[in-house]
T-cell receptor, first 111, second 115 residues
Framework: QKEVEQNSGPLSVPEGAIASLNCTYS??????FFWYRQYSGKSPELIMS????GDKEDGRFTAQLNKASQYVSLLIRDSQPSDSATYLC???????????FGGGTRLMVKP | KAGVTQTPRYLIKTRGQQVTLSCSPI?????VSWYQQTPGQGLQFLFE???????NKGNFPGRFSGRQFSNSRSEMNVSTLELGDSALYLC??????????????FGNGTRLTVT
C-alpha cells in the first residue's frame, strides 16, 4: 500500500522562527509533490509544488525534495501566527491527478 | 477568476437515502477530482474525470459514483448512505490530466452528515 507519512504534531514554534515540516513517501515512482495548508473548517489551499530534486523557494516558503531518500520537506521562515494550520503533504504517483495525502502536521505559531 | 464551486455547502441525510453533490471547476480546467476527508482516514481519493470519462478511481465501494458533463462540471452520487459516509467531500480541478505541473485546486467542500 502506497503511503505518505507525516508527524501529526502539533509542532509549536515561536513567532519569527523557522518551522520545518517533514514528509516521507513509499512509492519510488512518485513524480510530483505538493504542500497544502488547511485552516480548521476550510478546504486545502496549495502552498508549494515541487517536481525535481533540490530546493524551491517562494516567498517565506521553501520546499525541499530528495527522491533518493523519498523525503520532502517544507520550511516556513519568519513564521507568523497566521501560519497556524494543518499542513498536508501530497504525492502524485503518476496516475492522472490522483494524490495520496499524508495525515497532516498541525503547526502552531505562538506570538 | 472564480475558484472551484461546490454545492450545497452542507447536507444532512438519513441512512439509506442517496445524495448528489455538485462541482463547477475553475474556468478552463478540464479535470475534476473528488476526495473524501474524515478525521480518522484523512483525505482519500474517490475518482477523477476528464473529458467526461472517469480516468482514475480510488478504493471506495460502488455506492460512490460520479459523472462529468461536457462543460466540465461534475457531480458525485452516494447511494444507500451509511453513517460512515459522514465527511467533508472536496472537489478539485486541474487544467490537464497530467499530474506534473498541473496542481489541484480545491473547492470549499460539501459537509455531509448522515444520521
Amino acid at each position: 500500500q502506497k503511503e505518505v507519512e507525516q508527524n501529526s504534531g502539533p509542532l509549536s514554534v515561536p513567532e519569527g522562527a523557522i518551522a520545518s515540516l517533514n514528509c516521507t513517501y513509499s512509492d519510488r515512482g512518485s513524480q510530483s509533490f505538493f504542500w497544502y495548508r488547511q485552516y480548521s473548517g476550510k478546504s486545502p489551499e496549495l502552498i508549494m509544488s515541487i517536481y525535481s530534486n533540490g530546493d524551491k523557494e517562494d516567498g517565506r516558503f521553501t520546499a525541499q525534495l530528495n527522491k533518493a531518500s523519498q523525503y520532502v520537506s517544507l520550511l516556513i521562515r519568519d513564521s507568523q501566527p497566521s501560519d497556524s494550520a494543518t499542513y498536508l503533504c501530497a504525492v502524485n504517483e503518476g496516475a492522472g491527478n490522483m494524490l495520496t495525502f499524508g495525515g497532516g502536521t498541525r503547526l502552531m505559531v505562538k506570538p | 477568476k472564480a475558484g472551484v464551486t461546490q454545492t450545497p455547502r452542507y447536507l444532512i441525510k438519513t441512512r439509506g437515502q442517496q445524495v448528489t453533490l455538485s462541482c463547477s471547476p475553475i474556468s478552463g480546467h478540464r479535470s475534476v477530482s473528488w476526495y473524501q476527508q474524515t478525521p480518522g482516514q484523512g483525505l482519500q481519493f474517490l475518482f477523477e474525470y476528464f473529458s467526461e470519462t472517469q480516468r482514475n478511481k480510488g478504493n471506495f465501494p460502488g455506492r460512490f459514483s460520479g459523472r462529468q458533463f461536457s462543460n466540465s462540471r461534475s457531480e458525485m452520487n452516494v447511494s444507500t448512505l451509511e453513517l460512515g459516509d459522514s465527511a467533508l467531500y472536496l472537489c478539485a480541478s486541474s487544467f490537464t490530466l497530467r499530474g506534473d505541473n498541473s496542481p489541484l485546486h480545491f473547492g470549499n467542500g460539501t459537509r455531509l452528515t448522515v444520521t
